[in-house]
């Protein structure tokens, strides 16, 4: 293998989904589980859509311990891999060695729920990549992470939960990583709440081209 061979980023993405039974519990005030069923599907959709449109990755991985997940998965393009794993965490990390032993050299860990995902986003995320070692995409009232790009995959360990922005931002301190914080509406709003769901209607969704279901 040549240098030149050598120096080349294989880019992967990585999105983890929780089962459909448990999705989006906090909108159980205002949504049947069906409907939370059917919103959680729609944004996975749009999100792998989006990243299949950037043209980034060499390939584009959910994993999740719901088999009708992972068969949606499969229909929109995207590889499958049940969760080993029980946490998010640990579930995330045995996903990541998997990328990492496939020879992927760059990996982004993305939310499912991100309705307002733009190719923008996404590129500009890899670009950043190019020149940084994580890069850290933080939710709307910026505490926690809806994106992490690390190269290689696990250079720091998966801190997701509550304060995860400031979490990763520290392993990568201490390891003396170059890290970078990218926002963007678009990696920004996550639905967890109704008043995510207002805030999303906010947002002009035909010039977004977001996804959109009839109870939204």
């Not at 890069?135 to 360990?157: E, M, W, Y």
Request: charged share 20%; hydrophobic share 40%; proline share 4%.
């Amino acid at each position: 293998m040549s240098i030149q061979q050598q120096k080349i980023v294989k880019f992967a993405a990585l999105v983890p989904v929780k089962s459909l039974d448990q999705a989006k519990s906090r909108l159980a005030a205002h949504l049947q589980p069906e409907q939370r069923a059917t919103l959680m599907l729609d944004m996975l959709r749009h999100v792998l859509l989006t990243l299949r449109d950037s043209h980034a990755f060499d390939h584009i991985s959910v994993v999740s311990s719901d088999q009708d997940v992972l068969r949606y998965a499969q229909q929109w393009g995207a590889q499958a891999l049940l969760e080993e794993q029980a946490g998010h965490n640990p579930a995330l990390t045995a996903a990541a060695t998997y990328e990492y032993q496939h020879g992927t050299t760059a990996l982004l860990t993305i939310s499912a729920d991100l309705p307002l995902l733009q190719v923008e986003d996404v590129c500009n995320l890899v670009e950043i990549a190019h020149q940084h070692d994580v890069i850290i995409a933080p939710s709307q009232d910026g505490t926690g992470t809806n994106a992490l790009l690390t190269r290689p995959p696990l250079v720091l360990p998966y801190r997701f939960g509550i304060n995860s922005r400031y979490h990763h931002q520290y392993e990568a301190e201490q390891r003396q990583l170059r890290y970078y914080c990218y926002s963007s509406i678009g990696l920004a709003l996550d639905i967890d709440t109704i008043e995510d769901i207002n805030a999303f209607q906010t947002y002009d969704e035909q010039d977004l081209a977001c996804c959109t279901s009839s109870y939204l």
